[in-house]
């Protein structure tokens, strides 16, 4: 199935790698840069002044001489009253250099030099180059099923954030114009991700009944998010920028963000991993959100041990870069084994196949111009003259041009044949349903057979068809294979401009049931009356033809990608199909109703009629009126009058047997040919649906449950004596004799036609 516009996908993929690219080649530029100014310590601003929290062994300020706790005074006689002056100051220094530290230990001052310069960082970088690839991969991967899943967009544009982040240029100096920018983006950043992230994990593997009832939970999560994030953004702008200072300080709103917010929001996506991992009913789901969790431990447990020190108002350790990318590497591995190994989304046989026709084209195409490049120097060597060889050439390209198409098409072929045999049976099976479907003649028949067999394929508790019904299309049960009562509503009509209709007819493609209930409640009704899990539209002519309706799968995963291009391939040839059928029964069967036209059923009763006067058979004919049927369509509106007619319609054709014949006759008239029957038999028949018609109760959405009453009038070949030059319309007046005789006599009654001479 298409994943959505090329250029939308483009821009997805593309704009981000650019974007990725360029930072991670600042980033290197940047510590390569700021590694000459660094001493390898951590400064931090206590009520004393500036003093020396972390120190790293082996480095300049180690080896110089210098501790933590010592409280740096001035550099290279610059007096140090915040982090930020030293951060100016060592915009400064020069890779080599000795540089003068003014401390106080003790109490006591003293000068130390420090000669400046650190190593490059190239297992940091290395690690952090990887780190962010396979976020940006996760992306990717998730950019998929971007106009599928709310969880892929969720998951494509945290893990776009979490890999900009790890390649934002970090070793770079507050103080300069490019670290305020590194450093703003990163509060940013950090407050995004902790609203996406928390959503992200409550939706694995899927929403749970909680969030669906309290919605406000995720604005909760992006509203903190944002706060603490924008706070820490807006004090840096305002200290550094600005030279402004808030309420709180840069120290503050970072403590704030660093050592309570990045903690809690750890704890607070391990919480919800792991509560659906305990919880969920489904093996897999468990799996999946188990892995996802095994992901989110690793970056959580160092957040929440450093916030843990720092409440107990211990000195925190340096945390080297390497560190953050490993257990950050952590989570997209995670997700990976998900994905691929449990299904977190449906993306592998997409990715598989996506990677396999990529390699193949690559392949393909690298081999195109070697032969190119071999075939014309052979033949340029072999032909003598110039002008020859540039023949040869141009012969020799114009040829594998021509045989580049057929050969990718007949490798793709041989790969879908050996590397994805399921998805050849399953396509097989539904061509193969598809051209069978015209073999059913009637559209009640190819209805029953497409709902049956589209359970078997797929995998499916159960199949619905809806079919538009003419002029206006409202939608009718057409076929299902769900087990009804024989009071069960089977008729009732949905209107073509129900606002899920018309967002199914908008997307054409298949969709959530639970998204077009939505929509109203009188589709939803319908849905949940047909245990719907999925909608697939039948589309003809950009016009809602039918929809067929999938219950849930009977392994209760959700439908594949492969799944729902199938589904929809068939759609739209079954629409074809349908639409054929009605167009060609239409001149023969009512829309509404679905039995025969007045003209056809009037060509049926002259058939019978000739063959019982040429072999002396019995004939009969009865003529059925809904009684006070006007009163139900001004009370209750034309579409409730649909709706009854349909169901008489349906009860009536249920009572025929074989031979015989039921046609719409009037407005609310029917009339009904029994060939094989005398008087007394039709007799017989009519009061038998005229007792079931009296029996029947109809829902209808504008009232109460409706019952009503038959009038039938029957006449047979005998009620016309022996005259020979009787035709098929005597048999009807008959019968609309005998109608009139029961409606004068109180209605809901049966009637027969006198014998001649009565």
């Given amino acids: 199935m298409s994943i959505g516009p090329p250029l939308r996908r483009v821009g997805l993929a593309l704009a981000p790698a650019v974007a990725l690219v360029l930072l991670v080649a600042l980033q290197a530029r940047e510590a390569d840069r700021v590694s000459g100014h660094r001493v390898g310590f951590d400064l931090e601003l206590r009520a004393e002044g500036v003093e020396i929290s972390a120190l790293t062994e082996g480095l300049p300020a180690a080896r110089a001489g210098l501790a933590i706790g010592d409280r740096l005074i001035a550099v290279a006689g610059r007096p140090i009253a915040v982090v930020l002056d030293y951060d100016q100051q060592a915009e400064r220094f020069e890779r080599g250099r000795l540089v003068v530290f003014t401390i106080e230990r003790g109490g006591v001052r ?12 190239r297992l940091e970088l290395a690690l952090n180059a990887v780190t962010v690839a396979l976020f940006f991969a996760l992306a990717l991967l998730a950019s998929l099923r971007w106009s599928h899943d709310l969880r892929a967009r969720l998951l494509w544009a945290y893990s776009l954030a979490v890999a900009l982040e790890y390649a934002l240029p970090m070793e770079t100096l ?35 009944r909680w969030l669906a009832a309290r919605p406000w939970i995720v604005r909760l999560y992006y509203v903190v998010g944002g706060l603490l994030g924008g706070a820490a953004a807006a004090t840096l702008l305002a200290e550094v920028v600005f030279r402004r200072h808030l309420p709180w300080s840069l120290t503050a709103a970072e403590e704030l963000l660093l050592h309570w917010g990045l903690p809690l929001w750890g704890l607070g996506v391990a919480g919800l991993l792991g509560h659906r991992f305990a919880t969920h009913p489904d093996r897999r789901g468990r799996l999946q959100a188990g892995f996802v969790l095994l992901g989110v431990l690793p970056w959580t447990a160092v957040v929440a041990f450093l916030g843990a020190r720092q409440l107990l108002g211990l000195t925190n350790p340096a945390v080297p870069g390497s560190v953050w990318a490993l257990v950050g590497a952590a989570y997209p591995i995670a997700v990976f084994v998900a994905i691929f190994r449990h299904h977190l989304f449906d993306l592998e046989w997409v990715m598989r196949r996506s990677v396999l026709y990529g390699a193949l084209t690559s392949a393909l195409v690298l081999v195109f111009y070697a032969a190119l490049g071999a075939g014309g120097a052979l033949f340029a060597g072999a032909v003598e003259g110039g002008h020859r060889s540039v023949w040869v050439v141009a012969g020799a390209t114009l040829l594998l041009g021509l045989l580049f198409s057929p050969l990718r098409t007949r490798l793709e072929g041989w790969i879908d044949r050996r590397f994805f045999p399921e998805r050849g049976a399953l396509r097989r099976r539904v061509i193969a349903l598809a051209t069978e479907l015209p073999a059913h003649g009637k559209l009640a028949r190819m209805g029953e057979h497409l709902a049956a067999e589209t359970c078997r394929i797929f995998e499916v508790d159960s199949a619905t068809i809806w079919i538009a019904a003419p002029p206006v299309g409202q939608l009718m049960n057409l076929a299902t294979t769900r087990a009804t009562s024989p009071d069960a509503e089977q008729t009732l009509l949905i209107a073509p401009d129900d606002p899920g209709l018309r967002l199914l007819a908008r997307s054409g493609k298949p ?3 639970g998204t077009l209930a939505r929509q109203g409640a009188a589709l939803a009704q319908r849905l949940g009356e047909a245990g719907a899990d999925l909608a697939v539209p039948l589309m003809a002519r950009d016009r809602l033809a039918g929809v067929v309706l999938l219950g849930p ?6 439908f594949s990608s492969e799944e729902l291009d199938l589904l929809e391939l068939l759609a739209q040839h079954a629409a074809t199909v349908f639409e054929n059928a009605r167009l060609f029964d239409s001149a023969t069967y009512e829309g509404l109703t679905g039995l025969y036209r007045r003209e056809a059923i009037l060509e049926v009763l002259d058939r019978e009629w000739s063959r019982a006067v040429r072999y002396d058979r019995p004939l009969a004919v009865a003529v059925a009126d809904l009684d006070r049927f006007k009163e139900i369509n001004d009370r209750h509106g034309h579409l409730a009058g649909d709706v009854v007619l349909q169901r008489v319609a349906g009860e009536l054709r249920g009572q025929l ?31 038998k649906i005229r007792q079931r018609i009296e029996e029947l109760t109809i829902p209808i959405e504008s009232g109460p449950t409706l019952r009503l009453t038959l009038s039938i009038g029957v006449a047979g070949r005998e009620s016309l004596g022996p005259d020979t030059r009787a035709r098929a319309r005597a048999l009807i007046a008959a019968a609309d004799e005998a109608l009139y005789l029961a409606k004068r006599r109180g209605r809901n009654r049966v009637e027969a036609a006198p014998p001649p001479g009565a």
């Fill in 110 to 121: 003293r000068d130390v030099a420090v000669e400046v310069g650190v190593p490059l960082p």
């Fill in 553 to 558: 799968k009977r392994s209760r995963q959700r």
């Fill in 174 to 208: 507050n103080a300069s114009r490019l670290g305020v920018l590194t450093n703003l983006s990163f509060y940013l950043l950090t407050g995004l991700q902790m609203g996406l992230d928390l959503h992200l994990a409550s939706l694995i593997p899927d929403r749970p």
């Fill in 511 to 513: 969709q959530p049931a």
């Fill in 657 to 687: 047997r074989e031979a015989d014949f039921i046609g719409r006759f009037g407005g609310e008239e029917f009339l009904i040919v029994l060939p094989e029957s005398a008087s007394e038999g039709a007799r017989a028949f009519a009061e």
